[in-house]
Nanobody, 122 residues
Framework: QAHLVESGGGLVQPGGSLRLSCAPS????????IGWFRQAPGKEREGVAC????????YYADSVKGRFTISMDNAKTTGHLQMNSLKPDDTADYYC???????????????WGQGTQVTVSS
């Protein structure tokens, strides 16, 4: 069954960095966009960032612009989310997904990673 395998996450102090990775299992990213959503306790799910494998379009939520960078390796086997200058407000469960991505929207299409917790705290 097609699914995504996530790695990364953890506990970091404010101002620190973390890197999340996400790889497909049972399919390839050749025709998919990949990215991340996050959900903090008591808050709605938020689309964080995505990258399109077809045209390279990239989307960032306003809350992470200038701090997070999404990328995909040249072989289109793994997506990465580099998170710098982390803030306590970035604390959430992060889920990678495939879906529909442009520079102005990011919607999931039903294949998700298992999720990873990111905690930003001193």
């Amino acid at each position: 069954q097609a699914h995504l395998v996530e790695s990364g996450g953890g506990l970091v102090q404010p101002g620190g960095s973390l890197r999340l990775s996400c790889a497909p299992s049972g399919f390839t990213l050749d025709y998919y966009s990949i990215g991340w959503f996050r959900q903090a306790p008591g808050k709605e799910r938020e689309g964080v960032a995505c990258i399109s494998s077809s045209d390279g379009s990239i989307y960032y939520a306003d809350s992470v612009k200038g701090r997070f960078t999404i990328s995909m390796d040249n072989a289109k086997t793994t997506g990465h989310l580099q998170m710098n200058s982390l803030k306590p407000d970035d604390t959430a469960d992060y889920y990678c997904a495939v879906g529909y991505c442009s520079d102005s929207y990011w919607y999931p299409s039903g294949i998700w990673g298992q999720g990873t917790q990111v905690t930003v705290s001193s």
